[in-house]
């Protein structure tokens, strides 16, 4: 799973907010705001897997340019965070819902107190936005998902190697310290409970995260926020049948999804990471959903 090269940037009026989670590790937010318009709607956006919050920049300068602000978290363990995956430094789905998210969003609405906070991601990043909108619906407007879908084993073609890196995946991380992401080519070097708690959905179906009690199945079922689901024609990573396990989830809510075709992104690669190249598709969807109504 190769990562696309970063865009040569532009100069953009991108700022860094700091934040300290609860637990003392430390980050940074990008916030890109549109030059000219007030921002009414913000896009709290969380990266995909081993993804840093820079790599997204091109999207929240395309989403600026329609007015929309954008609002980049950094994942503990990677970019500006202070912290390293390793046999001392281990996390797993519960700081980031409980701690990191949290205090990412806290300091967003510092920066932009009047604005209506979306919670978007791409790939993992969209499955923690629905989990953390179902522990705190009421503190969002809805939720952007770019590329995702739940990793359940039984709804891909390649359905039984991939149960066989759910196996693997905790059993490496746990001979290393850290999943070691860079060397094999999946994601960054990740926590080893991260990844067992991911590993976990992908070989039952169903999320939980270790140290909490919450039942987020029967959470993501009552949540009824409106949903943009924009789903890579070309990403074996996300094909239909994961993204509709994912939704199937969210019984309650309105879903709204849109299939992205190389030739909405001028001839580039429709899958995982290809869009990244070409965001402005994707920025111009996002706006068109923000601003036809869907939120009400």
């Not at 865009?7 to 030059?35: I, M, N």
């Not at 912290?83 to 932009?112: H, K, M, T």
């Not at 999320?207 to 789903?231: C, K, N, W």
Request: glycine share 10%; hydrophobic share 45%; with cysteine.
């Amino acid at each position: 799973m190769s990562l696309p090269l970063s865009p040569a940037l532009p100069e953009s009026p991108y700022k860094t907010c700091p934040v300290v989670a609860a637990d003392g590790a430390r980050t940074e937010l990008l916030l890109q705001l549109p030059e000219k318009a007030v921002a009414t709607n913000v896009i709290y956006w969380l990266p995909a897997l081993g993804v840093s919050a820079r790599q997204y920049l091109p999207l929240a300068q395309s989403l600026a340019s329609q007015g929309v602000a954008m609002v980049i978290h950094e994942w503990r363990g990677i970019g500006s965070s202070d912290r390293r995956a390793g046999r001392d430094e281990n996390w797993g789905y519960r700081e980031l819902l409980e701690d990191d998210i949290p205090a990412g969003l806290a300091a967003a609405r510092q920066q932009l107190p009047q604005a209506r906070i979306v919670l978007g991601g791409h790939s993992l990043g969209a499955q923690m936005a629905a989990l953390y909108a179902s522990l705190h619906p009421r503190d969002l407007q809805g939720l952007v998902m770019v590329a995702s879908g739940a990793p359940y084993w039984r709804q891909f073609p390649q359905g039984r190697l991939l149960w066989l890196a759910y196996v693997l995946a905790p059993w490496l991380s746990r001979l290393f310290g850290h999943l070691p992401g860079r060397k094999i080519g999946f994601g960054g070097n990740e926590a080893r409970q991260l990844i067992d708690d991911w590993a976990r959905t992908g070989r039952t179906g169903r999320y939980a995260a270790l140290g909490m009690t919450d039942d987020f199945e029967h959470r993501l079922s009552e949540l009824t926020l409106p949903v943009l689901a924009l789903r890579l024609a070309d990403d074996w990573l996300g094909p239909q049948a994961s993204l509709s396990w994912l939704l199937g989830k969210l019984s309650r809510s309105k879903a709204t999804v849109q299939v992205v075709t190389s030739g909405d992104l001028d001839g580039k690669v429709a899958d995982h990471f290809g869009w990244m190249k070409a965001p402005a598709p994707i920025a111009q969807r996002v706006s068109d959903w923000l601003s036809s109504g869907s939120m009400a």
